[in-house]
């Protein structure tokens, strides 16, 4: 392992154990807090495939999350367990091909226009699940009885045990983390990336670009499905408002405010977004001010996108970059 | 066809709207030519280019790669057939190194494109062709440079080394002189040289000094359409073409002639 691959490695590792260590430390509020936290972070890390790598803003990613968290509720048998092994490859292709449907559509337009289209197609999904009797209407709908892995008649991991559900959400995070990381350093990875720069130059060299696209898009949309399953498991309740326009807008937020271009970007954003809405909705700090939480919110990331339009993981270079300007090299 | 005519338009026509860019235009390319397209701004000439690359699609005409009708192809599917084009703009990958630039274009022909457990760097057939490009393209010292803090004419000349990743048999070259220096102008034309025997070149530029030097055949265009073609010595001594166009270089002109 090289320098730099040690420098990369060794923090996530950390990490990880911190994050491992937690419920050991930590109360169950936070503990709680915390698998909401990472369940953002996979939404927020399937996102950052097109948004950062490939540079296609989708303002409807909630559609992704939402449809998979109520395909887990819907499938769900009412009086037993479902398994895992059949549910989330379930729940990740009927996402999947909802991606493909919306993406095969959206991915026609570009730039202004495509985060309008798929914004559209979001509150399509938004109405279908508010207005269908099926789904239980703007009531939503209950999961009531949690899924399990079971070998036999010996069960491996009862997702409604929360120690059990806290390390398979931590798992999750992880092996999405390192199927992007993956991605990221392969042939496919790096044609998105050229995407992204130029797609001209790239159906010059003889990219055609819109497959591609579209294999980001639904992959984008399979990887929300982890977090929309993992969300309706957790709450055991899901509802319209998960697929409503601002939980686009907040997935969107988390990459901006951690910095877009990087995994940890995601992750860091999701972790900080987290952070700061609960710290404005403290009452012990805010008192009766903390029920307007939405406005402190609201204005520390204005601030933190205008003191840091890198974002978080951006700050050290540039800092740098402030302390010991270089010359622009032509 | 003949087998060394690689690339034949045939009455290529675009409008837009009203505007006829290119009004029935007829070209061969050559393998082992350099086809110089003249004219002033506003001829026609990058139109030309994007229509036979398939960047835009043509109002009429035929346009065939050897033996096969591309008309209706579509730009990336030229370009594996071994149609190439660089930029009047450059269009490099700032970030990346000059390699890396030269390996993500070879990257299309060469695999399964959409292959995302394997390494990009460990494609092998990608590798070989991009650093046999960069040295085709007189890049050999600079593989590892991030390209955005190449000079001016080296950005020029990544540029061709991308487009020859690409392992193309027609290179379309969209005023590959523009603003550089005698220097890096010198090196240039002795690259399209180099190149000059494996390939069919179209070149579009406004330096006539150059084009009469390297040209073995021009193509004359006004208003979109062709009013000339021949040798250097028969356009020079072409009175439509003095009228029309030479008018204004006609000193550079007779400069390559001296």
Redesign the interface.
Known sequence: MNESMTARVVPLAVACALVAAFPFVGGKFYVDLMVTTMILAIFALSLELLVGRTGLVSFGHAAFFGIAAYATALLSPQAEAASMLWLLPAVVAITALAALGIGALSLRTRGIYFIMVTLAFAQMAYFVFHDMKFAGGSDGRYLYVKPVLAAGSYTLLDLDRPLTFYYVTLGALILVYALLASIGRSRLGHALTGIKANEQRMRAAGFSTYPYKLAAFVLAGALAAIAGFLYAVKDGFVNPEILAWHQSGTVLLMLILGGLGTLRGAVVGAFLFVLLKEFFQSEALFGAFAKHWQLPLGLAIIACVALMPNGVTGLPAQLRRTRMPVPHAG | MPDDILLKASEISRRFGGLVAVDRVSVTLTRGEVHSVIGTNGAGKSTLVNVL?G?IAASGGRVHLQDRDITRW????R??AGV??T?QRT???P?ATVF?NCR??A???H???????????G?AKSSALAHHAIEQAGLAGQAHRIA??L??GQKRQLEIA??L??TPQVLLLDEPLAGMGPEETERMLALLATLKPGHGILLIEHDMDAVFRIADRITVMVNGAVIATGTPDEIRNNPEVQIAYLGEIERPAEAALT
């Open positions: 690359a960047e579509p730009q990336p599917k370009a594996r190439g084009r930029y269009t490099i990958f970030r890396e993500l274009s990257q299309a022909h695999q399964h494109p959409f292959n995302w457990w394997h390494a990009a760097a494609c955005g803090t000079s001016h991308m487009c990743s690409t």
